[in-house]
């Protein structure tokens, strides 16, 4: 039921872009994509420390698009949160799958934070959008609220689906926890490094 990891992490990405979109559009040979083994578990973290610069751009390009300075502070914000959503959510996901007893939770967090990377990068690259000022970085934002946060929360709810086999309130308490996670760690990175 899993794919095998290559020794090259470019090629893995690739690979994790094409079962993302595999797992959404249904395809049971998303499988193919990704390592669900333990070592591929551990792997999958390096999709996060990938993902981090191309989040830091998005964040960086939208507040120079509506006229806001580009400080260490907020690239430091953004890492931070990063981290701490990580982090944080693997934990949560770990706890809520030991309570309600769901198996195979760390196939699921290779299956976020892969998706995570690809959906960065699908979002890097609308955030070019910014180049046309103030509309564009709107734009993008639309863009991402619109369009691309709907398919990522459909991407979780297939994820949690087929690697967690979780009913719907388990699949939809998931959904919420990674919500409220990346917003307390977004709050909390503005407490830790205030601007």
């Known amino acids: 039921m899993s794919g095998t990891a290559s020794d090259n992490l470019a090629r893995d990405s690739l690979r994790a872009a094409r079962g993302t979109v595999r797992l959404i559009r249904f395809d049971p040979a998303w499988t193919d994509d990704f390592d669900l083994s333990g070592l591929g578990f551990i792997r999958s973290f390096f999709a996060q420390a990938l993902r981090a610069p191309l989040a830091i751009l998005f964040t960086c390009v939208l507040a120079r698009a509506s006229g806001e300075a580009i400080t260490r502070a907020l690239v430091l914000q953004t890492a931070l949160a990063l981290t701490i959503g990580v982090v944080s959510y693997t934990l949560v996901v770990w706890i809520t799958s030991r309570l309600i007893g769901l198996a195979n939770w760390r196939a699921f967090i290779v299956l976020v934070n892969w998706g995570d990377l690809v959906f960065a990068a699908v979002m890097t690259a609308v955030s070019s959008l910014a180049v046309f000022g103030e509309n564009g970085g709107i734009a993008a934002q639309l863009i991402w609220l619109m369009l691309a946060a709907p398919v990522q929360i459909l991407f979780l709810w297939r994820a949690a689906r087929v690697t967690l086999k979780a009913d ?28």
């Open 168 to 195: 719907v309130a388990a699949t939809v308490l998931l959904i919420v926890l990674d919500i409220a996670v990346s917003v307390a760690a977004d709050q909390l990175a503005t407490v830790v490094v205030p601007t």
